[in-house]
């Protein structure tokens, strides 16, 4: 099993940063891919970036793509989003997920989650 804690959400303006943290412990292992994912009011989790555990591959989501960082620390067992020049459109609850299965944006392919941690951004 898996346990995953979220933090470094907030409230910020259009333009600004936030770097969202995600704190792993529990079972861990080589081949597991760490995801971020997003839902706004509404609509429907969808996929933000992923990372292998170990290695260096990521993927991120188009609307992503340029602005927003994916990065980790193993051992810290700490997982990061750094998310730059921040749109309005980003304002969602962000949750961490954890999968060793080959579909890194479906999140019906992620086993453990965390409780998610507001972004808010303002225009």
């Known amino acids: 099993q898996v346990q995953l804690v979220e933090s470094g959400g907030g409230l910020v303006q259009a333009g600004g940063s936030l770097r969202l943290s995600c704190a792993a412990s529990g079972r861990t292992f080589s081949n597991l891919v760490m995801g971020w994912f997003r839902q706004a009011p509404g609509k429907e989790r969808a996929f933000v970036a992923a990372i292998r555990w170990s290695g260096s591959s990521t993927l991120y989501a188009d609307s992503v793509k340029g602005r927003f960082t994916i990065s980790r620390d193993n051992a810290k067992n700490t997982l990061y989003l750094q998310m730059d020049s921040l749109k309005p459109e980003d304002t969602a609850v962000y949750y961490c997920?954890?999968?060793?299965?080959?579909?890194?944006?479906?999140?019906?392919?992620?086993?453990?989650w965390g409780q998610g941690t507001q972004v808010t951004v303002s225009s």
């Open positions: 997920a954890s999968t060793q299965r080959p579909r890194w944006v479906d999140p019906t392919h992620y086993d453990y």
